[in-house]
């Protein structure tokens, strides 16, 4: 059964430092992989899809990497701001038409 | 854009009461979703549904039932509502074949208070 673990839990960060959150997966023979990120008390918004076929894809100050063979997908987010911190999950798809199965997710603060 | 709405942001129920939580979505997806989300519990999967009249169970499917008698409509219903059913319930929908398969989209959440 696929499990998504998301490490670390939290984390907090000066403003303007770039980062990276991370999202290992056990099974490797994904279909896609998503990032979201949730603000307190809402749902979640999608950031990026990156298909098995992919490596990466880049939106805005977002960068999210696929590594398919060592089960890992990598979010880079650059000159962080106060107004990222939020809570951001990934979720892999292990084939064309399953449910998602999702991390706990990473909870970001960026420290003024 | 995509868009997923849910009926109700915040609920308070009672005990015994039955509940009907909505969702609606605009994008003609095959697929729709519901989930709850509790603190340390991540996002747990109730029912889901690949066409209309058709459901699936999730992982926690216990206590909850579903309708979907039109495409864009997936309703969540607690036929006698606890207070373990206390929780953020979340919809989403995405659409099925091609390359965006799995392409997930929630709703903004119910907030469901069960005293």
């Known amino acids: 059964k696929q499990e998504v673990t998301q490490i670390p839990a939290a984390l907090s960060v000066p403003e303007g430092e770039n980062l990276v959150l991370n999202c290992s997966f056990t099974d490797s023979a994904i279909y896609n992989l998503q990032w979201f990120r949730q603000d307190p008390g809402k749902g979640l918004t999608s950031l990026l899809l990156i298909q098995s076929s992919q490596r990466e894809q880049t939106s805005g100050r977002l960068n999210a990497s696929l590594d398919k063979s060592s089960g890992r997908s990598t979010l880079y987010i650059a000159a962080s701001q106060p107004g990222d911190s939020a809570t951001y999950l990934c979720?892999?798809?292990?084939?064309?038409?399953?449910?998602?199965?999702f991390g706990k997710g990473t909870r970001l603060s960026v420290i003024a | 854009d995509v868009k997923v709405t849910q009926s109700s942001r915040y609920l308070v129920k009672r005990t015994g009461e039955k509940v009907f939580l909505e969702c609606v979505q605009d994008?003609?997806?095959?697929?729709m979703f519901w989930y709850r989300q509790d603190p340390g519990l991540g996002l747990r999967l109730i029912y889901f549904?690949?066409?209309?009249?058709?459901?699936e169970k999730g992982d926690i499917p216990e206590g909850y039932s579903v309708s979907r008698e039109k495409k864009e409509r997936f309703s969540l219903i607690l036929e006698s509502a606890s207070t373990n059913q206390t929780s953020m319930y979340l919809c989403?929908?995405?659409?099925?074949?091609?390359?965006?398969?799995?392409?997930?989209?929630f709703g903004e959440g119910s907030r469901l208070t069960v005293l």
């Open positions: 549904s690949y066409d209309v009249k058709m459901k």
């Open positions: 979720a892999v798809i292990d084939s064309g038409n399953t449910p998602l199965v």
């Open positions: 994008m003609d997806h095959e697929n």
């Open positions: 989403a929908s995405s659409v099925a074949g091609g390359e965006l398969t799995g392409e997930l989209f």
